[in-house]
């Protein structure tokens, strides 16, 4: 995952990433005991899909988290902490294998848009690119164990809460099932599909290309995880230093334009 030294940008503290990481957890964990707590047919239909959105986005914060710490950079200079929390992490996300996790991811910096490549497409469509992508990180152990863990906690609901079977998996379906669901098209749509969609014709080494949003749909969108390109060329900068890595790489561009004009 070699680059070049970041550009100045990261204007957060290097502790930042941990808090993040921390704040993510905590409201991750409450707003689930919540939701699975509260009689949801009694919630308006909006307010359902707003609390199944925000959810959405804590549930992608949590892979987020994951990432930065297989790059190590959740809390520099403290690689056990990184894989500590980054294990925890994916494990509430999807119950996924950290060390399978973090080598593909690896393999992805190491020859993107390549048949060694497992975040990329391998020559098949939309969908076959969509199971090619989770199953490089989801097993098939692993998923049966998460669907076993959701059938689980739907009975534990069932018979300690005293909810009638329909209700209990609702709770369930809608504190995690549909947010992880919605997460995993996030990922996939943002963070891989859209920037490595024309692998070919990118023109850089990284066979990547940036999302052209403002900062702060960037944010909403994934992340930042749509800033590829500056991602792939630094990935040593936490995610919360990427618009500012965006934003000197265009001044950068502007400015060279500017010198060859003249």
Request: aromatic share 10%.
């Amino acid at each position: 995952m070699g680059a070049r030294e970041p550009l100045p940008a990261v204007l957060l503290g290097p502790r930042f990433g941990l808090a993040f990481a921390l704040a993510v957890l905590l409201v991750w964990t409450a707003s689930l005991v919540w939701l699975l707590a509260s009689d949801l047919q009694t919630w308006s239909a909006p307010a359902l899909v707003l609390v199944v959105v925000l959810r959405a986005l804590l549930q992608s914060g949590l892979f987020i988290v994951g990432h930065d710490a297989m790059h190590r950079t959740l809390l520099p200079g403290q690689p056990r902490v990184n894989d500590g929390l980054g294990q925890l992490v994916l494990t509430l996300y999807a119950l996924l294998p950290w060390r399978r996790s973090r080598l593909n991811h690896r393999r992805h910096h190491q020859a993107p848009g390549s048949p060694r490549d497992p975040d990329f497409h391998g020559g098949t469509g939309l969908a076959g690119w969509f199971r090619r992508f989770l199953g490089a990180y989801l097993p098939w152990p692993r998923l049966l164990m998460l669907v076993s863990a959701w059938c689980l906690l739907t009975y534990l609901l069932t018979l300690l809460g005293g909810s009638p079977w329909p209700q209990a998996a609702i709770r369930v379906l809608a504190a995690w099932i549909l947010p992880l669901l919605l997460s995993a098209l996030q990922l996939f749509v943002v963070g891989t599909v859209l920037p490595h969609r024309r692998a070919e014709a990118c023109g850089n080494r990284h066979r990547a290309e940036s999302l052209a949003l403002p900062p702060w749909l960037s944010l909403l969108a994934c992340y930042h995880f749509g800033y590829h390109w500056e991602h792939h060329e630094y990935p040593q900068v936490p995610w919360f230093g990427l618009a500012g890595v965006r934003r000197q790489h265009l001044d950068q561009l502007q400015l060279s334009s500017i010198r060859l004009t003249r």
